[in-house]
């Protein structure tokens, strides 16, 4: 079979079980299709919420980024797993115990306030529209690679998929595709690195292989980090191992990860789907673990794929360079201009071009992932599978997004602010014409991005996630003290601060001289955090106490086993 | 009914020198407290190890810990730590949270049991 016949039968297949799961767990309540009914089980849950969490960005281009950026790059990987004990320990067994369902709903009650809630159905909808446009890009990104079509189709193909199976079957519907997802994933993403660190090393364990030594025939074997910085030095790039960021934009873009994960609506509310607090803890675990197995590969099919693809292009004479950069040339995803004239593919770095030695190969990160499996000459299938992989990536995160959207809108906006008395029928079609509107904005995004990476868009909706939610929600747990205009000063600031920082640096040229003590967009989040926190605290202090029944749901809220406490009681 | 008569069974000893005290709140407030301090204890010290771990180790000590550690194959200390170590301790924390927690329910539920 042809590659484009392994390609659509392996993308036909998981799309038509994406779409079997959908209707066969079609949510009939609302909290079906807010909580998925709240019975599903941690490790189902843990799957579910790895790949809601793994998005197109993560799959697609983070290898990529690793390999070009090195040590720089440990931000995105302690970041995007570091959070997670965050919110394990700080947030989801206290939110989990409120048992509502969204994160405006605690934020609502614990501040007592409409205003509040409705600051935070804005900073939701603002998070999740940052993040679902990146996830749409994605789309694209891999049905141009795979059909040839442009992007803006792609990305239309893939928003009607995602309306398919997350606007009708809600949480339910979306929990157990994403189980089915994450599998997809787990196994094209890790297939390749084993092949490819085999081929390189002989391990059968791509994060061995890393550590372990690079072995090509008639060749000394060298340790494969070693041979990385060698051949990263030679061609005039910085070395692997060594790092580019201060160390405070480096502290900051990770603490603003971090806090960004702890804040982000659509993986918390992912916990509200678990029986009990006893469940949400577990259920953490094997989320981390399930996140952890596609994170400790990252970096190894970035090393590897970078050390492949320069070993067999640099100093290629184009006309024997193999089939794949000729395919990739032809998409236009990899550029080669002979600008000395040779014939030969010159790949260089900054340090050698200033030398005069002219860089004539380029190419975007999103290609690492992609090229790989070809570079390392990998059976058909399994780039077939990788395609599949790709795009369950993007679908499932964009399907979390839609539902958080569609439910802020239909449940906090709607039901609890607008208009009380909807009935249950009416909330579920607000909450399904919601999602056809946020998709539709979001697809004009993906085909139109504000910013050039995949993973830069994305990195900015974690700023606001940590300059916003993230304070209010744990001021809202670990203080009594703090009250509603404390927590609505504080989120206003906080995401005001982050959001006209990012929008001055990417729309209205400002320079990296400007920097705020030299901290980038990416990493300003975390600033806009500490605003959001001193803001809330001073104002809280000068303003009135929250009234007693939000400390008794405070005490409710703390005390997280209720179960437990009761069935001591009935013991007696 | 039950829960007031063990309210009494509970909190008697303490009573006697704290007669306004409103029993039923007693218990369950005293109980709470020390379920919350237990807890915070737990969140304070994990967070330590997730700090020192990602932070500590990857970030700010990395240069130090580069040039002064044993390196994990091939790869430096820090720099491992950076890039695979501390996602392994992240997990680690994340067992050790839910295990932890999982005694301290018990604990506070027997505990509710003995002092009968």
């Given at each position: 079979?042809?590659?484009?016949?392994?390609?659509?039968?392996?993308?036909?297949?998981?799309?038509?079980?994406?779409?079997?799961?959908?209707?066969?767990?079609?949510?009939?309540?609302?909290?079906?299709?807010?909580?998925?009914?709240?019975?599903?089980?941690?490790?189902?849950?843990?799957?579910?919420?790895?790949?809601?969490?793994?998005?197109?960005?993560?799959?697609?281009?983070?290898a990529g980024l690793l390999a070009t950026s090195g040590y720089d790059g440990s931000r995105f990987?302690?970041?995007?797993?570091?959070?997670?004990?965050?919110?394990?320990?700080?947030?989801?067994?206290?939110?989990?115990?409120?048992?509502?369902?969204?994160?405006?709903?605690?934020?609502?009650?614990?501040?007592?306030?409409?205003?509040?809630?409705?600051?935070?159905?804005?900073?939701?909808?603002?998070?999740?529209?940052?993040?679902?446009?990146?996830?749409?890009?994605?789309?694209?990104?891999?049905?141009?690679?795979?059909?040839?079509?442009?992007?803006?189709?792609?990305?239309?193909?893939?928003?009607?998929?995602?309306?398919?199976?997350?606007?009708?079957?809600?949480?339910?519907?979306?929990?157990?595709?994403?189980?089915?997802?994450?599998?997809?994933?787990?196994?094209?993403?890790?297939?390749?690195?084993?092949?490819?660190?085999?081929?390189?090393?002989?391990?059968?364990?791509?994060?061995?292989?890393?550590?372990?030594?690079?072995?090509?025939?008639?060749?000394?074997?060298?340790?494969?980090?070693?041979?990385?910085?060698?051949?990263?030095?030679?061609?005039?790039?910085?070395?692997?191992?060594?790092?580019?960021?201060?160390?405070?934009?480096?502290?900051?873009?990770?603490?603003?990860?971090?806090?960004?994960?702890?804040?982000?609506?659509?993986?918390?509310?992912?916990?509200?789907?678990?029986?009990?607090?006893?469940?949400?803890?577990?259920?953490?675990?094997?989320?981390?673990?399930?996140?952890?197995?596609?994170?400790?590969?990252?970096?190894?099919?970035?090393?590897?794929?970078?050390?492949?693809?320069?070993?067999?292009?640099?100093?290629?004479?184009?006309?024997?360079?193999?089939?794949?950069f000729k395919d990739f040339e032809k998409n236009g995803q990899m550029k080669w201009t002979d600008?000395?004239?040779?014939?030969?593919?010159?790949?260089?770095?900054?340090?050698?071009?200033?030398?005069?030695?002219?860089?004539?190969?380029?190419?975007?990160?999103?290609?690492?992932?992609?090229?790989?499996?070809?570079?390392?000459?990998?059976?058909?299938?399994?780039?077939?599978?990788?395609?599949?992989?790709?795009?369950?990536?993007?679908?499932?995160?964009?399907?979390?997004?839609?539902?958080?959207?569609?439910?802020?809108?239909?449940?906090?906006?709607?039901?609890?602010?607008?208009?009380?008395?909807?009935?249950?029928?009416?909330?579920?079609?607000?909450?399904?014409?919601?999602?056809?509107?946020?998709?539709?904005?979001?697809?004009?995004?993906?085909?139109?991005?504000?910013?050039?990476?995949?993973?830069?868009?994305?990195?900015?909706?974690?700023?606001?996630?940590?300059?916003?939610?993230?304070?209010?929600?744990?001021?809202?747990?670990?203080?009594?003290?703090?009250?509603?205009?404390?927590?609505?000063?504080?989120?206003?600031?906080?995401?005001?601060?982050?959001?006209?920082?990012?929008?001055?640096?990417?729309?209205?040229?400002?320079?990296?001289?400007?920097?705020?003590?030299?901290?980038?967009?990416?990493?300003?989040?975390?600033?806009?955090?500490?605003?959001?926190?001193?803001?809330?605290?001073?104002?809280?202090?000068?303003?009135?106490?929250?009234?007693?029944?939000?400390?008794?749901?405070?005490?409710?809220?703390?005390?997280?086993?209720?179960?437990?406490?009761?069935?001591?009681?009935?013991?007696? | 009914?039950?829960?007031?008569?063990?309210?009494?069974?509970?909190?008697?000893?303490?009573?006697?020198?704290?007669?306004?005290?409103?029993?039923?709140?007693?218990?369950?407030?005293?109980?709470?407290?020390?379920?919350?301090?237990?807890?915070?204890?737990?969140?304070?010290?994990?967070?330590?190890?997730?700090?020192?771990?990602?932070?500590?180790?990857?970030?700010?000590?990395?240069?130090?810990?580069?040039?002064?550690f044993p390196s994990v194959g091939s790869a430096p200390f820090g720099f491992w730590m950076a890039?695979?170590?501390?996602?392994?301790?992240?997990?680690?924390?994340?067992?050790?949270?839910?295990?932890?927690?999982?005694?301290?329910?018990?604990?506070?539920?027997?505990?509710?049991?003995?002092?009968?």
């Open positions: 079979m042809s590659q484009d016949g392994y390609n659509y039968l392996f993308i036909g297949l998981s799309f038509a079980l994406y779409i079997w799961i959908a209707f066969r767990q079609q949510a009939g309540s609302t909290k079906e299709y807010y909580t998925a009914g709240g019975g599903v089980s941690p490790c189902a849950n843990g799957m579910a919420t790895a790949a809601d969490w793994m998005s197109a960005a993560t799959f697609i281009s983070r990987l302690m970041g995007w797993t570091g959070g997670f004990v965050l919110l394990t320990v700080l947030m989801v067994p206290f939110l989990r115990k409120f048992g509502k369902a969204t994160v405006p709903d605690f934020i609502g009650d614990r501040y007592y306030s409409k205003l509040a809630r409705f600051v935070a159905v804005v900073c939701a909808i603002f998070i999740c529209l940052t993040y679902i446009m990146g996830q749409m890009r994605g789309v694209g990104v891999v049905f141009q690679n795979l059909f040839g079509i442009s992007i803006s189709a792609g990305v239309w193909i893939g928003g009607s998929i995602v309306f398919i199976y997350a606007g009708l079957g809600g949480m339910k519907g979306i929990t157990y595709t994403q189980v089915a997802q994450y599998c997809v994933m787990a196994f094209a993403y890790t297939i390749p690195a084993v092949f490819i660190a085999i081929a390189l090393t002989n391990q059968f364990i791509p994060q061995l292989g890393f550590i372990g030594d690079y072995l090509r025939e008639g060749q000394e074997p060298v340790p494969f980090l070693q041979k990385l910085d060698e051949v990263n030095r030679e061609l005039g790039f910085a070395e692997y191992t060594a790092g580019s960021l201060s160390k405070i934009d480096m502290f900051c873009i990770t603490a603003a990860l971090m806090c960004g994960t702890a804040g982000l609506p659509h993986v918390i509310v992912r916990f509200f789907t678990v029986k009990n607090v006893k469940a949400v803890r577990t259920s953490a675990c094997w989320t981390l673990t399930f996140i952890a197995v596609i994170y400790l590969t990252a970096p190894t099919i970035g090393g590897f794929a970078r050390v492949n693809m320069i070993e067999t292009l640099h100093q290629t004479p184009h006309a024997e360079a193999p089939t794949w600008k000395n004239g040779d014939g030969n593919i010159q790949y260089f770095g900054p340090q050698e071009e200033a030398k005069g030695n002219a860089n004539e190969l380029t190419f975007g990160s999103d290609i690492m992932v992609m090229a790989n499996p070809h570079m390392a000459g990998l059976p058909k299938w399994v780039i077939g599978l990788l395609m599949a992989g790709c795009i369950a990536a993007a679908l499932s995160t964009a399907a979390g997004l839609l539902l958080v959207l569609s439910t802020a809108i239909s449940h906090d906006l709607m039901k609890k602010i607008i208009k009380p008395d909807l009935s249950e029928r009416e909330e579920i079609n607000w909450a399904r014409g919601a999602s056809l509107g946020a998709l539709l904005v979001a697809i004009y995004f993906g085909i139109n991005p504000p910013s050039e990476f995949i993973a830069k868009t994305v990195a900015f909706a974690f700023g606001l996630a940590a300059s916003s939610f993230f304070p209010t929600l744990l001021m809202g747990i670990f203080s009594r003290r703090m009250n509603k205009e404390g927590a609505i000063a504080g989120m206003a600031v906080g995401i005001l601060f982050t959001f006209s920082y990012i929008v001055y640096f990417q729309f209205f040229g400002g320079t990296k001289e400007q920097y705020f003590f030299g901290i980038s967009p990416e990493g300003i989040g975390f600033v806009g955090m500490l605003l959001n926190f001193a803001v809330s605290f001073v104002v809280s202090r000068v303003t009135p106490a929250p009234p007693q029944e939000v400390t008794e749901l405070l005490d409710n809220v703390r005390y997280p086993d209720k179960e437990g406490a009761e069935s001591v009681i009935a013991h007696h | 009914m039950s829960f007031a008569i063990v309210s009494v069974f509970k909190v008697g000893p303490w009573l006697v020198r704290n007669q306004e005290i409103n029993i039923h709140m007693a218990n369950s407030k005293g109980a709470l407290e020390r379920y919350w301090k237990a807890n915070i204890k737990i969140v304070v010290g994990l967070l330590l190890l997730w700090f020192s771990v990602s932070f500590g180790c990857g970030i700010l000590l990395r240069d130090w810990l580069d040039a002064h890039q695979q170590g501390s996602i392994l301790c992240f997990v680690g924390i994340l067992i050790l949270y839910a295990k932890l927690m999982a005694k301290l329910d018990h604990q506070i539920q027997s505990e509710g049991g003995t002092e009968r």
